[in-house]
């Protein structure tokens, strides 16, 4: 029945083999025939797709953005999955497709997903480049305190990639710590995350919360 297909399934299917095969082929054209007018047309089709897969990362936080304010409209998160699972698979090469598997992270781990979110941030850890690898990391490693996995989640956070994310990390490293019993080491981790966050004009009522619950237990002890 494969003659039978309609015309929107083999523009699928040709869209499929492009994504999956044009850019190799139009590169060996453009190397055998050495022609600069090939070489310009190669590098039009790129920025062409990054316009698309801009273009689509736009709508997909747009999206996300009308459904955070909505987060009971399984329409809305149906809508936005789809977004960042074209993304991923569309422009996988890219860190417009890292940021889809991100989005497809989050929207798993909503949904009690947990092993989906792993794997995806898992493979964001082993593939991605900054800064979608360092919200990567810090992220699986929240997942992984969740499923009493501390020791990998400290593995994740106990060197800090970028200042700018030492909040997170630290605060995670504290997490971590407390799931492993070490409220002492978790208590200055918290105060180090206040601190950087301080720094950087970030709000540090969560991490202060966090930080007075053991001094007052240390205190109680």
């Known amino acids: 029945m494969s003659e039978l297909r309609t015309d929107e399934e083999q523009a699928e299917m040709l869209k499929k083999w ?4 044009g850019t190799s082929l139009l590169v060996s054209v453009v190397l055998v025939a050495g022609g600069w007018l090939g070489w310009n047309q190669y590098h039009d089709m790129q920025r062409q797709e990054g316009e698309a897969a801009s273009a689509l990362f736009n709508a ?7 459904y955070s304010m909505n987060p009971s409209d399984e329409a809305l998160q149906a809508e936005a999955v789809v977004m960042a ?9 890219s860190t417009y497709g890292q940021f889809g ?5 989050r929207f798993a781990a909503e949904n009690k ?3 989906s ?16 690898l360092y919200l990567a990391r810090v992220r699986l490693a929240n997942l992984l305190i969740d499923q009493n996995k501390a020791d990998e989640a400290l ?15 630290l605060e995670a490293r504290g997490d971590a710590l407390l799931r492993k019993g070490d409220k002492g080491a ?10 950087a966050a301080t720094g950087l004009g970030i709000d540090t009522r969560g991490l202060q919360r966090k930080a007075d619950f053991l001094i007052a237990a240390e205190d109680a002890g």
């Open 117 to 132: 979110a792993v794997a995806e941030l898992k493979a964001l850890t082993a593939e991605a480049e900054a800064p979608v």
């Open 85 to 93: 699972e074209t993304l991923k698979n569309e422009f996988s090469g």
């Open 18 to 21: 492009w994504s999956e095969n």
């Open 155 to 169: 593995a994740l956070v106990n060197t800090i990639d970028d200042p700018a994310y030492a909040p997170q990390y």
């Open 113 to 115: 997903d947990i092993d």
């Open 60 to 66: 997909l936080t747009e999206k996300f953005s009308e």
């Open 101 to 105: 598997r991100l989005f497809l992270a």
């Open 186 to 195: 978790a208590r200055t981790a918290y105060l180090e995350a206040i601190e």
